[in-house]
């Protein structure tokens, strides 16, 4: 069994804009999502949607070593990183056709490109 990373993202102002209806209609694709995720074997182990990246902070270190902290976000794009979904399955071929019932989340076509990445496993026993 393969532990796959479903990375969501999202154009966080249409969301902080989009109307209640718009809202539980993404939520409505999730449930079906979780749904057809479990009727075809695979299994969602973790996941969570993400505060806006206006809330991030990045951390990085200076060249004497010293810990920077900054605000984000850091990428100035209109797309962010706004959940994932990890996803235990036997079948990669089978899980992204699924993955795609989460694409366009609010309708728009043009945001919300979902990727799929494989974790990786370093045994048991691995720090």
């Known amino acids: 069994m393969t532990t796959y990373v479903v990375l969501l993202p999202g154009v966080e102002d249409a969301w902080e804009n989009a109307s209640a209806e718009q809202r539980a209609a993404v939520y409505a694709r999730h449930q079906e999502f979780a749904r057809v995720l479990a009727e075809r074997g695979h299994r969602v182990t973790g996941g969570a949607e993400l505060t806006h990246s206006r809330t991030s902070k990045q951390v990085t270190r200076d060249s ?29 071929d089978d899980l992204l056709p699924v993955c795609a019932l989460l694409s366009g989340d609010l309708g728009d076509g043009d945001a919300g490109t979902v990727e799929v990445r494989a974790v990786v496993d370093h045994g048991e026993g691995a720090a």
Request: aromatic share 10%; no cysteine.
């Open 64 to 92: 004497a070593g010293r810990v920077v902290v900054t605000d984000g976000p850091y990428a100035e794009t209109a797309e962010q990183l706004t959940g994932f979904y990890l996803v235990e399955s036997d079948d990669l």
